[in-house]
């Protein structure tokens, strides 16, 4: 039943070239937007227990194992969800011809898929591989200057990370003897805390390549550079949510499946997270960039998930897969925004930006909705997941984390009313007494995902009880 | 580990290995980029012969169709598209060699000194050295590893699209 | 066998010295890729010496396929992309390329 999640995109994707050059072209948007809602339709049944995921549909013929908790069907959800929103804000925003953008988006989708559902540690680089070369792919999908360059250094990085990684690899063939998740838990499980050095290495290793891939501090140097300089539609896409499932996902599952959730390697995840957390914030503020900001915003608070990871308690896991979900929802919906306002006022720079909240309603409105979320404020989604970490860390009677956490709440809410402030409200910029608010299909996009944020705030009460039913605490 | 006991399978390996890190230090030394191609291209088949000995058949033959012929095709028309235009371009680049070809043999020289003396001294005794192969390779390409050649399929057809997009010219408005 | 297994590791140490020196000193772009493929070199012949060692060879060799297909997909859109930066400044050297930040 999971493979379905990578054999219907691949079969769409084949079948559609397969049509006749017109053919193709007219209906690639409607075939990639089918295809990433009945993902999200596919993954919400699953996670209600309505479909049996251990179906077997293809008998004998495939012999391809995956798996899924409920923590990777909600993955599978928030890809779908941000791949149909960045599909929305590509057929809108993008000039020219979209026909490739359509089918690379579809790889993307494919790619993080198999991230999230295989279990064995060279499969999980063959899919990081996959989402990383069509991420190279589609920020230079318009060939212009900046875009090279960016995704040049991308692609050095990501070759560094590359090599890394299959090094870890090659030692753990060598100690361990296989690359299955379960196997290399029964070893560690096994040894208990006295690993060899090889496998310590091999770990650091694998850890660090993931963090270079992810643009987690402190590798985060090529990810602003390559944000900035991809089309909108793709930034919607990378910062929405490939970034986070190629590193803080991946993440979570070296660390539960692996690590078998050690205490040490916990305190270092702590520490890089609380570190993500302040120094993001700190470099956000000075920004004169929209985008720019909201990518050093990102990682600050992808410093919060790592946080909640390194906590390890299953309080702390569930805090971080919930930020991470709501991070994927306002995020995604601020670079909608930011799409929305570069579109229709041609700049970026906050300076000339103001007072848009007259002449783009629907924009400003759900903006503020973003942001209240990312900040933390009651009743809205983001005030949950931010409080259940903070809890976590508590729990853990880890103070001082708990501490810089909420101090770098204070941080956050500071950057984000200047952004309000600059872009949406204060006098209106000059020159743009004519912008009209942005195309149908936009509004339709920031309004779906502002209900969602607050209507997951607003339920979460109900919500809670689920989690609890399905025996996560 | 004595010395005394080499066997001349082994003194095959090791000439072979000094072949593939000398011809990796040319191909990255050499101011010609197409003589770094070629460089590039015996690397790699030297390391087919590698993977021959060490019982790899077939990664030896699919390394040596892939890498030693399609991407030193790809580094050529690559090279070939973008040579520099002016003469003063050719010359720039040219001065800046001369510090590397004595620079990296001599780290290399000490480095490997240093770990033949390391590893002298070393035990493996944390390593799985004892498996058995039960199953034969197609079995464990097409049975177990079913994933990989998925991913395998997702990935060329990202290539075959990285392709479109990047070498294809833009239609004149 | 171990002591080829030493010698192995020796010239996968020395390729990744090769491949990391020349990728962090080279101006050329053309160079840069050389010196990713000679680190992909270094990495498959750690893949297929540990394969070796250990009696696993068949599936390195798995791995090892894999990984070629993979390395054969960056190389060509990695020189798709150089090719475009030289049809954008018209030179193939890095230091040239300081339009963005950092």
Same mark, same amino acid.
């Given at each position: 039943m999971l493979l379905l999640f990578l054999i219907v995109p691949l079969t769409g994707l084949i079948l559609l070239n397969l049509l006749s050059k017109k053919a193709a072209q007219g209906s690639a948007f409607g075939f990639a937007f089918l295809i990433m809602i009945s993902q999200m339709v596919l993954s919400l049944l699953i996670g209600s227990s309505?479909?049996? &995921?251990?179906?077997?549909?293809f008998g004998s013929f495939f012999l391809i194992k995956l798996t899924a908790n409920p923590y990777s069907v909600l993955m599978l959800f928030t890809i779908g969800l941000v791949s149909a929103v960045a599909l929305v804000v590509g057929k809108c925003s993008?000039? %020219?011809?979209n026909y490739k953008f359509n089918n690379l988006i579809l790889i993307v989708l494919m790619g993080m898929n198999g991230v999230v559902m295989v279990n064995d540690l060279f499969s999980l680089y063959v899919f990081l591989e996959i989402t990383a070369v069509t991420s190279f792919i589609l920020i230079v999908l318009y060939k212009k200057r900046n875009a090279l360059e960016g995704s040049f250094k991308y692609l050095i990085m990501s070759a560094i990370a590359t090599v890394l990684m299959l090094m870890a690899i090659s030692l753990i063939i060598l100690t361990?003897?296989?690359?299955n998740y379960s196997d290399i838990n029964l070893y560690v499980a096994k040894l208990g %805390?006295?690993?060899p050095f090889p496998v310590m290495a091999a770990f650091v290793m694998f850890v660090s390549g993931l963090s270079i891939k992810a643009g987690?501090?402190?590798?985060?140097?090529?990810l602003p550079d390559a944000y900035m300089s991809a089309p909108s539609s793709v930034s919607v896409l990378l910062a929405g949510i490939v970034t986070k499932i190629v590193g803080v996902y991946t993440m979570l599952i070296v660390f539960q499946n692996?690590?078998?959730?050690?205490k040490r390697f916990g305190t270092i995840l702590m520490i890089f997270g609380c570190f993500s957390i302040v120094f993001g914030a700190i470099l956000a503020?000075?920004? &004169?960039?929209f985008k720019r900001m909201l990518a050093y915003s990102s990682i600050s608070q992808v410093g919060y998930i790592i946080l909640g990871i390194g906590i390890g308690t299953p309080l702390g896991i569930l805090g971080a897969v919930f930020h991470f979900f709501n991070h994927a929802s306002f995020k995604t919906l601020l670079f909608v925004n930011a799409t929305a306002v570069e579109k229709q006022t041609g700049t970026r720079q906050l300076d000339k930006l103001g007072g848009l909240a007259s002449k783009m309603p629907v924009t400003g409105g759900t903006s503020v909705v973003a942001f209240l979320s990312a900040a933390g404020i009651?009743?809205?989604?983001g005030f949950w997941s931010k409080l259940i970490i903070i809890i976590a860390a508590w729990q853990a009677l880890e103070y001082s984390f708990a501490i810089i956490a909420i101090f770098a709440s204070v941080l956050t809410l500071a950057y984000f009313l200047v952004l309000q402030r600059r872009v949406f409200f204060g006098e209106l910029g000059e020159g743009f007494q004519e912008v009209k608010e942005v195309c149908a299909g936009i509004k339709v996009v920031e309004i779906v995902l502002a209900s969602i944020i607050v209507g997951v705030g607003i339920l979460f009460p109900f919500i809670f009880d689920f989690i609890k039913s399905l025996g996560l605490l | 580990m004595s010395f005394s006991d080499i066997t001349s399978d082994q003194v095959v390996m090791i000439l072979v290995l000094l072949g593939i890190v000398i011809s990796a230090v040319v191909a990255v030394t050499v101011r010609d980029l197409l003589k770094a191609a070629i460089a590039l291209a015996v690397t790699s088949a030297i390391l087919t012969v590698i993977m021959f000995i060490m019982n790899a058949f077939m990664a030896a033959v699919f390394e040596l169709s892939v890498c030693t012929g399609l991407i030193t095709v790809v580094f050529i028309s690559a090279i070939s598209l973008t040579r520099p235009k002016t003469k003063e371009e050719n010359v720039k680049i040219e001065?800046?060699?001369?510090?590397r070809f004595v620079l990296l043999p001599v780290i290399l020289i000490v480095v490997a000194v240093s770990l033949v003396l390391l590893f002298s001294k070393?035990?493996?005794?944390?390593?799985?050295?004892?498996?058995?192969?039960?199953?034969?390779f197609a079995d464990i390409l097409w049975k177990v590893r079913q994933i990989d050649v998925l991913g395998q399929i997702i990935i060329i057809l990202a290539g075959v699209f990285g392709v479109i997009v990047l070498f294809k010219e833009r239609d004149v408005k | 066998m171990t002591l080829v297994f030493y010698c192995a590791i020796i010239a996968v140490v020395l390729l990744l010295i090769i491949g990391f020196a020349s990728l962090l000193t080279s101006r050329n772009f053309i160079r840069i890729l050389i010196s990713l493929e000679v680190l992909m070199k270094a990495v498959t012949l750690m893949i297929i010496s540990v394969g070796m060692v250990t009696h696993r060879i068949e599936l390195t060799q798995s791995l090892v396929i894999t990984l070629i297909i993979v390395e054969v997909v960056m190389i060509a859109v990695a020189a798709g992309i150089v090719i475009g930066i030289h049809k954008h400044y018209d030179t193939l050297d890095s230091t040239k390329l300081r339009n963005l930040k950092g």
């Amino acid at each position: 039943m999971l493979l379905l999640f990578l054999i219907v995109p691949l079969t769409g994707l084949i079948l559609l070239n397969l049509l006749s050059k017109k053919a193709a072209q007219g209906s690639a948007f409607g075939f990639a937007f089918l295809i990433m809602i009945s993902q999200m339709v596919l993954s919400l049944l699953i996670g209600s227990s309505m479909l049996n &995921k251990d179906m077997d549909l293809f008998g004998s013929f495939f012999l391809i194992k995956l798996t899924a908790n409920p923590y990777s069907v909600l993955m599978l959800f928030t890809i779908g969800l941000v791949s149909a929103v960045a599909l929305v804000v590509g057929k809108c925003s993008n000039e %020219g011809d979209n026909y490739k953008f359509n089918n690379l988006i579809l790889i993307v989708l494919m790619g993080m898929n198999g991230v999230v559902m295989v279990n064995d540690l060279f499969s999980l680089y063959v899919f990081l591989e996959i989402t990383a070369v069509t991420s190279f792919i589609l920020i230079v999908l318009y060939k212009k200057r900046n875009a090279l360059e960016g995704s040049f250094k991308y692609l050095i990085m990501s070759a560094i990370a590359t090599v890394l990684m299959l090094m870890a690899i090659s030692l753990i063939i060598l100690t361990v003897g296989s690359l299955n998740y379960s196997d290399i838990n029964l070893y560690v499980a096994k040894l208990g %805390g006295s690993l060899p050095f090889p496998v310590m290495a091999a770990f650091v290793m694998f850890v660090s390549g993931l963090s270079i891939k992810a643009g987690l501090m402190p590798f985060h140097g090529w990810l602003p550079d390559a944000y900035m300089s991809a089309p909108s539609s793709v930034s919607v896409l990378l910062a929405g949510i490939v970034t986070k499932i190629v590193g803080v996902y991946t993440m979570l599952i070296v660390f539960q499946n692996v690590f078998a959730s050690d205490k040490r390697f916990g305190t270092i995840l702590m520490i890089f997270g609380c570190f993500s957390i302040v120094f993001g914030a700190i470099l956000a503020i000075g920004q &004169k960039d929209f985008k720019r900001m909201l990518a050093y915003s990102s990682i600050s608070q992808v410093g919060y998930i790592i946080l909640g990871i390194g906590i390890g308690t299953p309080l702390g896991i569930l805090g971080a897969v919930f930020h991470f979900f709501n991070h994927a929802s306002f995020k995604t919906l601020l670079f909608v925004n930011a799409t929305a306002v570069e579109k229709q006022t041609g700049t970026r720079q906050l300076d000339k930006l103001g007072g848009l909240a007259s002449k783009m309603p629907v924009t400003g409105g759900t903006s503020v909705v973003a942001f209240l979320s990312a900040a933390g404020i009651p009743p809205l989604a983001g005030f949950w997941s931010k409080l259940i970490i903070i809890i976590a860390a508590w729990q853990a009677l880890e103070y001082s984390f708990a501490i810089i956490a909420i101090f770098a709440s204070v941080l956050t809410l500071a950057y984000f009313l200047v952004l309000q402030r600059r872009v949406f409200f204060g006098e209106l910029g000059e020159g743009f007494q004519e912008v009209k608010e942005v195309c149908a299909g936009i509004k339709v996009v920031e309004i779906v995902l502002a209900s969602i944020i607050v209507g997951v705030g607003i339920l979460f009460p109900f919500i809670f009880d689920f989690i609890k039913s399905l025996g996560l605490l | 580990m004595s010395f005394s006991d080499i066997t001349s399978d082994q003194v095959v390996m090791i000439l072979v290995l000094l072949g593939i890190v000398i011809s990796a230090v040319v191909a990255v030394t050499v101011r010609d980029l197409l003589k770094a191609a070629i460089a590039l291209a015996v690397t790699s088949a030297i390391l087919t012969v590698i993977m021959f000995i060490m019982n790899a058949f077939m990664a030896a033959v699919f390394e040596l169709s892939v890498c030693t012929g399609l991407i030193t095709v790809v580094f050529i028309s690559a090279i070939s598209l973008t040579r520099p235009k002016t003469k003063e371009e050719n010359v720039k680049i040219e001065k800046h060699k001369l510090r590397r070809f004595v620079l990296l043999p001599v780290i290399l020289i000490v480095v490997a000194v240093s770990l033949v003396l390391l590893f002298s001294k070393l035990n493996i005794n944390w390593a799985v050295l004892t498996g058995t192969s039960t199953e034969s390779f197609a079995d464990i390409l097409w049975k177990v590893r079913q994933i990989d050649v998925l991913g395998q399929i997702i990935i060329i057809l990202a290539g075959v699209f990285g392709v479109i997009v990047l070498f294809k010219e833009r239609d004149v408005k | 066998m171990t002591l080829v297994f030493y010698c192995a590791i020796i010239a996968v140490v020395l390729l990744l010295i090769i491949g990391f020196a020349s990728l962090l000193t080279s101006r050329n772009f053309i160079r840069i890729l050389i010196s990713l493929e000679v680190l992909m070199k270094a990495v498959t012949l750690m893949i297929i010496s540990v394969g070796m060692v250990t009696h696993r060879i068949e599936l390195t060799q798995s791995l090892v396929i894999t990984l070629i297909i993979v390395e054969v997909v960056m190389i060509a859109v990695a020189a798709g992309i150089v090719i475009g930066i030289h049809k954008h400044y018209d030179t193939l050297d890095s230091t040239k390329l300081r339009n963005l930040k950092g």
